[in-house]
């Protein structure tokens, strides 16, 4: 069964940068896309970043491009998420996710195939 930890949550002041940090126990971590997702409090949870499983392809939510940078380094099974130029509407809590099926992309509906979360960590800007 897939475990996954986030950590490096916090709290900052808008313009201030964060990065997330998410281990993965218990799939064969190289194969599989990854996403970050987050939700803030009365809202549904929305899709912030994908990348493809060896890393060549991602996705960013308009929210966020330009801004996050996600990566990971296969061979530590760890997801990271950049987080830059923070704003108060960055404000959730976060979680990291696995994709169901070997190798997929980050593109179409990418998010649909998610359905594995951990605890998340919670983000908090002030202004």
């Known amino acids: 069964q897939v475990q996954l930890v986030e950590s490096g949550g916090g709290s900052v002041q808008a313009g201030g940068s964060l990065r997330l940090s998410c281990t993965v126990s218990?799939?064969?971590?190289?194969?599989?896309?990854m996403g970050w997702f987050r939700q803030a409090p009365g809202k549904e949870r929305e899709e912030v970043s994908c990348?493809?499983?060896?890393?060549?392809?991602?996705f960013y939510a308009d929210s966020v491009k330009g801004r996050f940078i996600i990566s990971r380094v296969n061979a530590k099974n760890t997801l990271y998420l950049q987080m830059d130029s923070l704003k108060p509407e960055d404000t959730a809590m976060y979680y990291c996710?696995?994709?169901?099926?070997?190798?997929?992309?980050?593109?179409?509906?990418?998010?649909?195939?998610?359905?594995?979360w951990g605890p998340g960590t919670q983000v908090t800007v002030s202004s």
């Open positions: 218990g799939l064969t971590f190289g194969a599989y896309a």
């Open positions: 996710s696995a994709d169901r099926v070997r190798y997929e992309s980050c593109s179409g509906s990418w998010k649909s195939r998610f359905d594995s």
């Open positions: 990348i493809t499983s060896g890393g060549g392809g991602t």
